[in-house]
Structures are given as C-alpha cells and as structure tokens.
C-alpha cells in the first residue's frame, strides 16, 4: 500500500472567476458573501468551508492599486485635453473613484478568496 495522499487539482482561473462573481469557487452557484463585504462561514449549496480565508488587507490595497493606475492618467488627460473648471473636475473624478473603488472592492475580495481556494492556501487545505 502507498502512503502517497491523493490531491485534488483544482483550477485557479474558474475560481477567480467565480470569486469575482461573488460565488462559491468550488461549486460556482452559491453566494459567497451575505453582505457587502462579509464572507460566509459557508457555501449554503456545496457546503464548503469560507470561514479560514485571508484577505484580510489584499483586496484594499488591489482595489487602491487598480484605481489609481486608471484614474490618475485619466485625470492628466481629461485636465489636458479639455481643461475643466478644478470644481467640475475634482467632483467628476471623486464621485469616479468611489464609484470604481466600491464596485471592485467585492470582486476583487471575492477573486483573492477564490485564488487561496484553488491553492489550497490558508485553510482551504485539499481534500485527499
């Protein structure tokens, strides 16, 4: 007899994917967070286990990461080519970078709980 443990591949992309979607990355239906950002002790369709992630600060700072290397080049060329009023364009590009902040900030928690499943990361260990 072999003392070898069968691992289970998992794939990353279909559960990045489903982690964006704010879904379950293992079965890819059920919901992964009850509220805005709140994650799940569990996948109320599969019953797999959420409670052991660690995003902890990641999805904050890919969402800063992500918004400011679009907004900032974005301002300058906004500034550049049409030379708003600074009132009209700081109120355009604040109500913008809330709006694109809050919209990925959930996606991308989503999408980095997916990863450490798919890895096997952080008590999403792989079932033999």
Request: proline content about 7%; hydrophobic content about 45%.
């Amino acid at each position: 007899m072999s003392d070898t443990v069968h691992i289970e591949e998992r794939e990353t992309w279909p559960a990045i994917v489903n982690g964006w979607r704010r879904k379950c990355p293992s079965c890819g239906s059920g919901p992964m967070l009850k509220g805005y950002l709140s994650v799940r002790k569990a996948c109320p369709v599969c019953k797999e286990e959420f409670h052991h992630h660690r995003a902890d600060d990641g999805p904050a700072y890919l969402t800063i990461l992500i918004v400011g290397h679009l907004m900032a080049p974005l301002l300058l060329l906004v500034f550049e080519t049409w030379r708003p009023e600074p009132l009209v364009l700081f109120t355009i590009f604040a109500i913008g970078t809330v709006a694109l902040s809050l919209y990925l900030l959930p996606r991308l928690k989503g999408a980095l709980i997916g990863f450490q499943w798919a890895r096997g990361m952080h008590g999403f260990g792989r079932a033999g």
